[in-house]
């Protein structure tokens, strides 16, 4: 079966830690894209990556950090420097970056 | 001014009848356009894209695009109470390697 999974579905994170959101895909997609989603609002870009080893900025990277060693892999860490980051988290992959992206189940994460 | 914007709705129709959304993005070099389904609590599915001008139909959903006007629309035909979701407009624009989206507009269709 092939798709983007992310894990977990549900994430609880305290004050001042830094947390790691799972995105694996085996669509072998050559770009892979993190989105933040807030309630009643678009999605909007964290990071994206175009090629292993590589990655750039999206619009609200400030507090976050990825990394891509492998095609199929995007981790996002949520630093204790990300002030607010109760939200959904969506990770997705297109084949070139021109194609349609494609999307994992989320991760909501709540600050406790 | 953002650079995709819709109308957050609700937009409210009755069953079978045609639900039009629509899109407007101010980047004039953009050259792909998506539509995506969102239902509560879940993530994005992908419905349409759409590349040149013009209308393109699968099943009951048809995306029309309008470059020079910088509009996109999605039209929905014998509308579903299932079809209540909140439909998101995607744009790529120049020199920007990932998709720009619109807040959502959020369609009700009532039985």
């Known amino acids: 079966d092939g798709g983007i999974t992310q894990s977990p579905k549900y994430l609880f994170r305290k004050e001042g830690q830094n947390v790691t959101l799972s995105c694996e895909q085996n669509?072998?997609?050559?770009?892979m894209y993190w989105y933040r989603q807030d309630p009643g609002q678009g999605l909007r870009l964290i990071y994206y990556?175009?090629?292993?080893?590589?990655?750039q900025k999206g619009d609200i990277a400030e507090g976050y950090s990825v990394s891509r060693e492998k095609k199929e892999s995007f981790p996002l860490t949520v630093t204790s420097a990300q002030k607010n980051p109760t939200a959904f988290y969506l990770c997705?992959?297109?084949?070139?970056?021109?194609?349609?992206?494609?999307f994992g189940q989320g991760t909501r994460l709540t600050v406790v | 001014q953002k650079e995709v914007e819709q109308n957050s709705g609700p937009l409210s129709v009755p069953e079978g009848a045609i639900a039009s959304l629509n899109c407007t993005y101010s980047d004039r070099g953009s050259q792909s356009f998506f539509w995506y389904r969102q239902y509560s609590g879940k993530s994005p599915e992908l419905i349409m894209s759409?590349?040149?001008?013009g209308d393109k139909e699968d099943g009951r959903f048809t995306a029309q695009l309008n470059k020079a006007s910088q509009y996109v629309s999605l039209l929905i035909r014998d509308s579903q109470p299932s079809d209540s979701a909140t439909y998101l407009c995607?744009?790529?624009?120049?020199?920007?390697?990932?998709?720009?989206f619109g807040s959502g507009t959020r369609l009700q269709v009532q039985p």
């Open positions: 759409i590349y040149s001008n």
């Open positions: 669509l072998n997609h050559d770009a």
């Open positions: 990556s175009q090629i292993v080893n590589d990655f």
């Open positions: 995607a744009v790529k624009g120049t020199g920007r390697r990932a998709l720009t």
């Open positions: 997705a992959s297109s084949d070139v970056v021109d194609t349609e992206a494609f």
